[in-house]
């Protein structure tokens, strides 16, 4: 079956940049998604990235995908405080499911 | 919008009690997941309904666990008996029909943390 890896710690100082990597198996998946959930809160969509891009910038963030290697990686770029979470990494089967499967999550502390 | 509501938020019980999780999906959503996080095995999906019906339970751990959706604004996750390895937070989220923007996903609740005594 399809399966999402991430290391599960990241330790960072603020103001540095943050990059957070992630595997994934399915070579069929369509979209693939960052999350952050904080403390004591549900998950939330980050960003995505749709299979046939090799990057995509959102400000701050920047994902890269590199689908011949099944690695996918979230850049966060001069890291704050507040994006101090969890971060997992998911990969959608098909277009138009809703079905997702997640890493275990990268745990990010951000060190003032 | 109110998003998905979880509730109770924060629910204490002892081995052996049955314990209800319920969830409000987003109004106009007509999928809802339930998912269950523990720092040993991260997010596990444990069943997926569409339309109110059940379509992949197989996260399901044992006999223990039960899933209703009985409309498409109400589902309860039941847990009877409890056991101390249920501990954990459980999350509902749901998603939209046929949608045309990848952003469009799963969103979740709050969560509810169970912890059994």
């Known amino acids: 079956g399809e399966d999402v890896e991430q290391s599960l710690f990241l330790s960072v100082r603020e103001g540095d940049s943050s990059v957070i990597n992630c595997t994934y198996t399915d070579s069929s998946s369509t979209y693939l998604y960052w999350y952050k959930q904080e403390p004591g809160a549900g998950l939330q969509l980050l960003t995505y990235i749709f299979s046939n891009m090799d990057m995509k910038q959102d400000q701050r963030l920047t994902v890269l995908l590199n689908k011949k290697d099944k690695h996918l990686s979230l850049r966060i770029a001069d890291t704050q405080t507040g994006d101090s979470a969890i971060y997992f990494c998911a990969e959608s089967p098909g277009a138009g499911s809703y079905q997702l499967t997640f890493g275990k999550g990268t745990k990010l502390s951000v060190i003032p | ?117």
């Open chain 2, 1 to 117: 919008d109110a998003g998905v509501i979880q509730s109770p938020r924060h629910e204490v019980t002892e081995m052996g009690q049955e314990v209800t999780l319920r969830c409000k999906p987003i109004s106009g959503h007509n999928s809802l997941f339930w998912y269950r996080q523990t720092m040993m095995r991260g997010l596990e999906l444990l069943i997926y309904f569409n339309n109110n019906v059940p379509i992949d339970d197989s996260g399901m751990p044992e006999d223990r666990f039960s899933a209703k959706m009985p409309n498409a604004s109400f589902s309860t996750l039941k847990i009877q008996p409890s056991e101390p390895r249920d501990s954990a937070v459980y999350f509902c989220a749901s998603s939209p029909p046929s949608p045309n923007d990848p952003t469009d996903t799963q969103y979740f609740g709050p969560g509810t943390r169970l912890t059994v005594l």
